[in-house]
């Protein structure tokens, strides 16, 4: 975050807005009181139960966003504040070019200055500005406009009664960057989180792209510094396979009437979120009576609820296989490469001059410009996810579906009004909002849904077979596959008609038509673990156009392990009482935190361990004594990833050797992958095959030259550190087919979760009275260390415990740590 940095100090015209806005707090309204929770008042009223939890009244939309501001200020006001520093395009002034940020979905991805270039021409050309020039659903709804301005007025408020620097967080107090915000600071902010699937791989190469200094060469081989369109192809799957593993996914499981033991359906929320920045999750409750009421939790910032659920279904997301922007290979002039042949006419690129502020290295403001470079498609970039796409004989552009998208709120404030599935279906076809995400629910009525319904390039798969470049045809069509990458498509821009298409079924110009993209209704259970939707549900397998991912291809473990759980559970084979799922064996079998890969091949890794004469492996030379590892796996009978599991961390060192960033039918299957049976295809490792012995060997040295005992307790080395408190983190690494995924990194130089388990929630519902709920988020409300909800939840998802949902007026009344504020 920005605010672990050197504090500068407080301009005189944040100091004096500051100021404005604590005169007209002091001369137009009295501050925060408190009242008992019996006295009614039409101001908004935040009512904090256990771990800090608000549940937030008000009369308005603009109420509620109003006690959404405030608290959520309370709790993370540094965190937002970076974020609407990055939004404005300030980083490179208050905290120098060269510090790392974090635009989207990844950690630590450009520089401050390629962030501000990148969002400054997103601001030049006033994109969120026009965006609220129009009516819904491309621009945002009444209650949405109304629920933004109240949200703006209660963290100013917040920042006016505190004080820049009397903040609490060290991270920001007192620092220059900490201000008041606009109405446009929200929105921008929120179109930034609408766009991030984008960002990340190309935002670089979008603010560095310069026409080559030499006429282009004209010819029909590789250019020097190019590659092949094999060998381009294969480095762009390889990076993008290697982002997601360090990225954002999810699982999610909705279960129907059929699958539940009791009541009529049942959900379990899963994101796998970032534990740092402005992709924190935040919990709490939003209730105008009569109108909404509605609990979960949403990406801080935003005044609505992204994932929870309401009086009669829950939902949640999931990261999807759909790549939200395409490429346009367009051929360039040799003599002149800023312009590119269209339908066998020369069109000139639009140039553009960027202009940031920066902070020199004496303290002094400078200024940085660049000059960019766009198409009718959209921007030049020369490089996808780092991968080089140089500009010679031809340049790419990039068009991203989100770019006009803000009708993402739309679908947010709908959801949160939701009456069943059907109801959620029609919010997705008529917003077509959704970035990126699936979407999986259940309802009171018994019925659990997945769609995976969103803002989707009109790439049919006749349109794509008649425009894709050979590059694109690799991408795309996934000759070279990886685990969960998108397709990427990646068209010939020498011919208009090679553009996205309008439809007239779709919400806005490009997008594919939403009756065209899958969903599927089940009474049993439906899921989804970041795979396509292929296999939402085995006994029905989906199909829809290949811009939306794949069919017939392995399924990832975690995929397997989501199903396999739910099918066990249903059949009542998983060893627990009874068949169908309760509320109890769904929040079990989250955090028995098992492993699909140790299922699948720990026994025959026992077999190669054992079978090594004198118990030695070589290993670049060296050889090494495997021998103790032999019993510690064979004792690692649960295969699980708790927090006392021993041997745990040795297999996941190996697998990450043998298979890391790998596909899975890549690895020394002596059955292969059967699209007939993708639940159980690939099985059965070959525990003579060199890979497997070498991957081991690997391990073992690698655990010992780190000091690590090979049968260490899982606790003692998986854990965070919170205000000098050391805690344990259970769970591990996607690539395992764990469920509760964490992903150990580096933060600040000490060893943290990355990404993983964030908001998890589980909800069910009967035919009558209100949902029962648990949730944990797992790195807790508050990023402020100085707060008492910066770690409670933290240990509490340590140790498996949830918090029971406090829904109903009666629950929140008699919560023994209720805490009313009113904002008069």
């Given at each position: 975050m920005a605010g672990r940095r050197r504090r500068a100090a407080l301009p005189m015209a944040v100091m004096a807005a500051v100021a404005m806005i604590s005169t007209m707090t002091a001369a137009g309204s009295p501050g925060t009181g408190t009242r008992t929770a019996g006295q009614a008042s039409d101001a908004p009223t935040i009512r904090y139960t256990e771990y800090g939890i608000p549940h937030i009244t008000a009369s308005t939309w603009e109420g509620l966003g109003t006690g959404y501001g405030y608290a959520a200020a309370k709790d993370n006001i540094c965190t937002l504040a970076d974020t609407y520093l990055m939004v404005d395009a300030q980083r490179s002034r208050y905290l120098g070019p060269d510090g790392m940020t974090s635009p989207g979905e990844q950690q630590n991805t450009t520089t401050n200055l390629n962030s501000d270039l990148y969002f400054q021409r997103i601001n030049d050309n006033h994109v969120v500005e026009r965006l609220l020039d129009q009516p819904a659903p491309n621009g945002p709804e009444p209650d949405v406009r109304n629920a933004i301005r109240g949200y703006v007025q209660g963290y100013n408020r917040y920042l006016a009664e505190t004080?820049?620097?009397?903040?609490?967080?060290?991270?920001?107090?007192?620092?220059?960057?900490?201000?008041?915000?606009?109405?446009?600071?929200?929105?921008?902010?929120?179109?930034?989180?609408?766009?991030?699937?984008?960002?990340?791989?190309?935002?670089?190469?979008?603010v560095t792209a310069q026409p080559p200094g030499a006429p282009a060469i004209a010819a029909k081989t590789p250019a020097p510094g190019a590659l092949s369109p094999g060998e381009t192809a294969q480095r762009i799957r390889d990076a993008m396979a290697a982002a997601r593993g360090q990225s954002m996914g999810s699982n999610a499981l909705a279960v129907g009437s059929q699958g539940v033991s009791a009541g009529t359906g049942m959900l379990l929320a899963n994101p796998h979120f970032p534990w740092q920045g402005k992709n924190r999750m935040?919990?709490?409750?939003?209730?105008?009576?009569?109108?909404?009421?509605?609990?979960?939790?949403?990406?801080?910032?935003?005044?609505?609820?992204?994932?929870?659920?309401?009086?009669?279904?829950?939902?949640?997301?999931?990261?999807a296989t759909v790549a939200p922007f395409g490429l346009f290979d367009v051929q360039v002039d040799p003599k002149d490469p800023t312009s590119y042949l269209v339908d066998g006419s020369w069109q000139k690129m639009t140039s553009q001059q960027v202009g940031v502020d920066v902070r020199n290295a004496d303290g002094t403001i400078g200024r940085v410009t660049r000059t960019l470079w766009s198409t009718r498609y959209g921007p030049i970039t020369t490089s996808l996810q780092g991968v080089p796409l140089p500009w010679l004989v031809s340049a790419h552009a990039v068009r991203d579906v989100n770019m006009d998208n803000l009708r993402a709120l739309n679908t947010w404030f709908h959801l949160d009004q939701a009456t069943d599935v059907h109801d959620v279906v029609n919010t997705l076809e008529s917003t077509e909002g959704v970035p990126f995400f699936n979407t999986v629910a259940t309802d009171r009525k018994g019925n659990a849904l997945y769609a995976d319904i969103q803002a989707t390039p009109n790439i049919t798969d006749e349109h794509a077979t008649s425009c894709l470049t050979l590059t694109g045809q690799l991408l795309f069509n996934q000759q070279l596959r990886l685990p969960n990458v998108p397709p990427i498509s990646i068209f010939d821009g020498k011919r208009s008609a090679c553009d996205w298409p309008d439809d007239p079924n779709a919400v806005a110009p490009g997008l594919l038509d939403p009756h065209k993209q899958p969903r599927l209704i089940r009474t049993d259970f439906v899921g989804n673990a970041n795979d396509s939707a292929w296999l939402a549900n085995p006994e029905e397998p989906l199909s829809f156009p290949r811009v939306m991912g794949d069919t017939a291809a392995p399924r990832s473990l975690r995929t397997q392990e989501l199903i396999l759980t739910a099918q066990?559970?249903?059949?009542?084979?998983?060893?627990?009482?009874?068949?169908?799922?309760?509320?109890?064996?769904?929040?079990?079998?989250?955090?028995?935190?098992?492993?699909?890969?140790?299922?699948?091949?720990?026994?025959?890794?026992?077999?190669?361990?054992?079978?090594?004469?004198?118990?030695?492996?070589?290993?670049?030379?060296?050889?090494?004594?495997?021998?103790?590892?032999?019993?510690?796996?064979?004792?690692?009978?649960?295969?699980?990833?708790?927090?006392?599991?021993?041997?745990?961390?040795?297999?996941?060192?190996?697998?990450?050797?043998?298979l890391g960033g790998k596909a899975i039918e890549s690895g020394p299957w002596r059955v292969p992958f059967d699209p007939k049976d993708p639940v159980h295809t690939p099985n059965s490792l070959d525990p003579g095959n060199s890979a497997v012995r070498d991957a081991f060997g690997r391990a073992v040295l690698a655990l010992r030259t780190a000091g690590i005992a090979l049968d260490a307790p899982l606790s003692s080395i998986q854990k965070v550190t919170r205000n000098g408190e050391q805690i344990p983190i259970h769970g591990s690494i996607s690539e395992l087919g764990v469920l509760n995924v964490v992903t150990p990194g580096q933060v600040d130089g000490r060893l943290d979760i990355t990404f993983g388990s964030s908001f998890i929630q589980q909800v069910a519902f009967t035919a009558d009275g209100p949902p029962q709920a648990s949730s944990v988020l797992t790195y807790s409300q508050s990023a402020n260390p100085n707060s008492p909800h910066y770690l409670d939840q933290t240990k509490l998802f340590s140790a498996g415990q949830w918090v029971t949902d406090r829904f109903t007026e009666a629950d929140i009344a008699a919560s023994p740590a209720l805490e009313v504020k009113v904002l008069d």
């Open positions: 004080g820049v620097n009397n903040i609490s967080d060290p991270a920001c107090r007192g620092a220059a960057w900490v201000r008041p915000i606009t109405e446009l600071d929200v929105y921008r902010h929120a179109h930034a989180e609408i766009i991030m699937g984008a960002a990340d791989p190309l935002l670089n190469g979008e935040w919990e709490s409750q939003l209730t105008i009576p009569g109108k909404v009421n509605v609990a979960g939790a949403s990406l801080l910032g935003f005044p609505a609820v992204n994932i929870g659920h309401t009086d009669d279904v829950a939902w949640s997301h999931t990261i066990n559970r249903l059949d009542g084979t998983d060893g627990l009482p009874g068949r169908g799922f309760t509320p109890a064996t769904m929040r079990q079998l989250l955090f028995a935190d098992n492993s699909r890969a140790a299922d699948l091949a720990l026994d025959a890794t026992v077999t190669m361990c054992r079978s090594q004469p004198f118990g030695l492996i070589l290993v670049d030379g060296k050889l090494v004594n495997v021998s103790e590892a032999c019993p510690i796996l064979a004792a690692w009978k649960d295969h699980n990833y708790t927090a006392d599991s021993r041997g745990s961390w040795l297999f996941a060192n190996y697998w990450a050797y043998l």
